[in-house]
């Protein structure tokens, strides 16, 4: 078996949500020791043990539990009068979730795309800068910044998309920031916004609404213009209204998970 760090980190590759089971005290008889490991994913799946029997599968409800809750708990386990063990001892397994890493797709390596793509880093998203012009994505020197060379089309065809992925479009156009936003509109997502001047957005509602048939309930799920209105001048201070704006759905969303 692969060690347990080896498999958190092979998870978080792909994506994965695991729970982090880990014995912290023993008291008398046990059938593992201090330290001992578990992981859980969300479908149920275990790698490694912290003792098999009754206890085990309890802890895996209560893993479940903690992944859908989000939040890390101790818990303490009589072996006999619990889970009729006859080692008889008592067990505290610290639980932990280890989260997917929301994903980040800026489309547009502009001034403002670079300084969101720098900042956004620092906060846990997987970040991906698309954009078709090549020498703007090689001014962002950032190792940790996916940089993706693709016109928008051929790049929506290929990102994936679910409830963990938010969605920043401000290219240099806006006929290409509509098609982007008609076609992410239609996907999962956790956040989605548009940059962009308040007749940009009303344009923007009424082309959809009456071209494409989509409806004012979608439309509303659209953060435009984007981020939060702190009276940002400049490309940074944008990013940082965008980002404070992705912060707060991002810790929203563990809470009304």
């Given at each position: 078996m692969k060690n347990i760090f080896e498999l958190i980190g092979v998870a978080q590759k792909e994506s994965d949500s695991v729970a982090l089971c880990t014995i912290v005290s023993t008291k008398g008889s046990s059938p593992r020791k201090t330290g001992s490991k578990m992981l859980v994913y969300e479908d149920g799946r275990i790698e490694g043990t912290i003792g098999g029997g009754d206890l085990e599968k309890k802890?895996?409800?209560?893993?479940?539990?903690?992944?859908?809750k989000?939040?890390?708990?101790?818990?303490?386990?009589?072996?006999?009068n619990q889970h009729d063990m006859?080692?008889?001892?008592?067990?505290?397994?610290?639980?932990?979730?280890?989260?997917?890493?929301?994903?980040l797709y800026i489309f547009g390596a502009g001034h403002t795309g670079q300084a969101l793509a720098k900042f956004a880093i620092d906060f846990g998203f997987?970040?991906?800068?698309?954009?078709?012009?090549?020498?703007?994505?090689?001014?962002?020197?950032?190792?940790?910044?996916?940089?993706?060379?693709?016109?928008h089309h051929q790049a929506?065809?290929?990102?994936?998309?679910d409830e963990n992925v938010f969605i920043c479009i401000m290219t240099y156009s806006h006929p290409m920031d509509?098609?982007?936003?008609?076609?992410?509109?239609?996907?999962?997502?956790?956040?989605?916004?548009?940059?962009?001047?308040?007749?940009?957005?009303?344009?923007?509602?009424?082309?959809?609404?009456?071209?494409?048939?989509?409806?004012?309930h979608d439309l509303a799920k659209v953060d435009m213009p984007m981020g939060i209105d702190i009276l940002a001048e400049g490309p940074?201070?944008?990013?940082?209204?965008i980002l404070a704006k992705l912060i707060e759905v991002k810790n929203g969303k563990m809470v009304n998970r």
């Open positions: 802890v895996i409800e209560n893993a479940l539990a903690v992944l859908k989000r939040e890390a708990k101790i818990f303490k386990h009589d072996l006999l006859c080692c008889g001892g008592t067990v505290e397994i610290f639980i932990e979730p280890i989260l997917k890493k929301n994903k997987e970040v991906v800068l698309i954009d078709d012009r090549k020498e703007y994505l090689n001014e962002c020197k950032l190792d940790e910044v996916n940089k993706m060379n693709l016109p929506l065809s290929v990102l994936p998309f509509r098609e982007i936003l008609g076609f992410c509109i239609k996907k999962p997502f956790a956040y989605l916004g548009m940059i962009g001047s308040q007749r940009k957005v009303e344009m923007t509602k009424k082309m959809f609404v009456e071209g494409l048939n989509i409806s004012e940074d201070e944008i990013a940082i209204s």
